[in-house]
């Protein structure tokens, strides 16, 4: 592993000015993504500043919103009771990131920075319409995720809550690879304050999207039926070893007709 | 370099490591507590497993620095007073290793998953199971034994 300085920061404004301070520094979440890039060498950071003293943690339902702060865990959505009740779509689809020892360390702040074109959450961001509030501002999700690992966030600004607008109805359901328990595709769908949403991870060739032609289609009748033999378009389809850019097409269809049919 | 200080199996240790030392390796090599493994370092198979504050943990995948401050618990703060655990004595007891090497981490998951779900069903088991990879056996006597295991720790 190359070498690195370490360093715990005792606030979000704290770790960006930290941060900002370093040569090639990187902020540390819960490190499920960053540990094994700096392992393989895909990333190679002067310093790591932990947020884990930074007081980040946390999850609120008020009103009509559930906010979970920056540095909860997976298991600590997943098994929230507040949570379950408010948006058992997004309880259930935190309990399917990963395994158990990733959903022990990974958090949400660390998993919507990252953008992985596979993760789970960055769909459940954009197929609820959420808030991302950062140390600085709040952006939008619509307006956050810019492609593949790659977001709004400016240089040296933190993550410090993510706010959900609770729905009427909404579900996630994952193909998941078996190997890795990312989404082969995985399709989040709602109705509700912030409309119809269907956003989609896994399959889009920059990353999390809105398949706005199911948007579209389900405004008319939420139901199963509505989105049966639809496909997304192919050439926007990511392809690889793992399935080819036809059958992830397919596949953004068929998922999310199973994701409107689990809507709850 | 920064002095670790953590308690591991109710003892507290303390040692030298630089920030980049993995939690496993400091376990290891600087605690010389050799029974958790390394067995893919790409945090996949989850032979290193090791409780954290309760919670079991890949410890390939978390800097010693990090658990600056935390409780440990290895394979090796398992048996008590020369008496296996119940989840070791149920791993014997139903064959569930060949050659051992997943064991720790296997153990370390299983009392995890048992201790926040007692009456886990076999599904639940293997999906609890799912961050820890076994390459010889198969997982059904491994289930079978986190049943076993389950049953007596509810004693």
């Given at each position: 592993m190359s070498e690195f300085n370490y360093a715990m920061a005792s606030s979000a404004d704290d770790a960006s000015t930290q941060v900002k301070g370093t040569g090639d520094g990187s902020l540390?979440?819960?490190?499920?993504?960053?540990?094994?890039?700096?392992?393989l060498g895909l990333a190679?950071?002067?310093?790591?500043?932990?947020?884990?003293?930074?007081?980040?943690?946390?999850?609120?339902?008020?009103?009509?919103?559930?906010?979970?702060?920056?540095?909860?865990r997976h298991v600590d959505v997943a098994s929230s009771k507040e949570v379950v009740n408010a948006v058992p779509a997004l309880s259930g689809m935190a309990s399917g990131i990963g395994d158990p020892q990733v959903r022990n360390r990974g958090t949400i702040g660390g998993s919507v920075a990252n953008n992985d074109p596979a993760a789970d959450y960055p769909a459940a961001c954009l197929g609820l319409g959420a808030t991302i509030q950062t140390n600085d501002r709040e952006i939008s999700a619509d307006d956050f995720f810019t492609g593949?690992?790659?977001?709004?966030?400016?240089?040296?600004?933190?993550?410090?809550?993510?706010?959900?607008?609770?729905?009427?109805?909404?579900?996630?359901?994952?193909?998941?690879?078996?190997?890795?328990?990312?989404?082969?595709?995985?399709?989040?769908?709602?109705?509700?304050?912030?409309?119809?949403?269907?956003?989609?991870?896994?399959?889009?060739?920059?990353?999390?999207?809105?398949?706005?032609?199911?948007?579209?289609?389900?405004?008319?009748?939420?139901?199963?039926?509505?989105?049966?033999?639809?496909?997304?378009?192919?050439?926007?389809?990511?392809?690889?070893?793992?399935?080819?850019?036809?059958?992830?097409?397919?596949?953004?269809?068929e998922i999310a007709r199973r994701a409107v049919a689990a809507s709850v | 370099m920064a002095t670790v200080s953590l308690?591991?199996?109710?003892?507290?240790?303390?040692?030298?490591?630089?920030?980049?030392?993995?939690?496993?390796?400091?376990?290891?090599?600087?605690?010389?507590?050799?029974?958790?493994?390394?067995?893919?370092?790409?945090?996949?198979?989850?032979?290193?497993?090791v409780m954290v504050n309760g919670d079991s943990v890949k410890s390939c995948t978390m800097l010693a620095v990090q658990a600056e401050g935390t409780?440990?618990?290895?394979?090796?703060?398992?048996?008590?007073?020369?008496?296996?655990?119940?989840?070791?004595?149920?791993?014997?007891?139903?064959h569930a290793l060949q050659c051992g090497y997943c064991t720790p981490g296997m153990l370390i998951s299983s009392i995890d998953l048992v201790t926040k779900n007692p009456n886990a069903t076999e599904a639940e088991?293997?999906?609890?199971?799912?961050?820890?990879?076994?390459?010889?056996?198969?997982?059904?006597?491994?289930?079978?034994?986190?049943?076993?295991?389950?049953?007596?720790?509810?004693?």
């Open positions: 540390i979440a819960g490190g499920m993504t960053l540990i094994p890039s700096i392992k190679t950071p002067t310093d790591l500043i932990d947020l884990a003293g930074a007081g980040l943690s946390g999850i609120s339902v008020e009103g009509t919103t559930v906010t979970i702060g920056a540095m909860t593949l690992f790659t977001t709004a966030l400016k240089e040296g600004e933190v993550i410090t809550s993510v706010g959900f607008p609770i729905p009427e109805r909404a579900a996630y359901v994952k193909f998941p690879n078996p190997a890795s328990r990312y989404a082969l595709v995985g399709v989040f769908v709602s109705d509700g304050p912030m409309g119809i949403r269907v956003a989609v991870t896994g399959a889009g060739i920059n990353g999390v999207y809105r398949e706005s032609s199911f948007e579209s289609a389900l405004s008319g009748a939420w139901e199963s039926a509505t989105l049966d033999g639809v496909k997304a378009d192919e050439s926007s389809m990511a392809s690889d070893i793992h399935a080819a850019a036809d059958y992830r097409a397919h596949l953004v269809g | 308690t591991v199996n109710g003892k507290v240790m303390s040692a030298e490591a630089s920030a980049d030392t993995l939690l496993v390796n400091f376990i290891r090599e600087n605690l010389g507590m050799t029974g958790t493994h390394v067995g893919c370092d790409t945090s996949q198979c989850g032979a290193c497993v409780e440990v618990t290895t394979v090796e703060g398992l048996a008590s007073n020369g008496d296996l655990h119940p989840m070791q004595q149920a791993f014997h007891d139903n088991i293997r999906h609890g199971l799912e961050g820890n990879l076994c390459r010889c056996t198969g997982y059904h006597n491994i289930v079978k034994a986190v049943q076993a295991g389950a049953a007596e720790m509810k004693g």
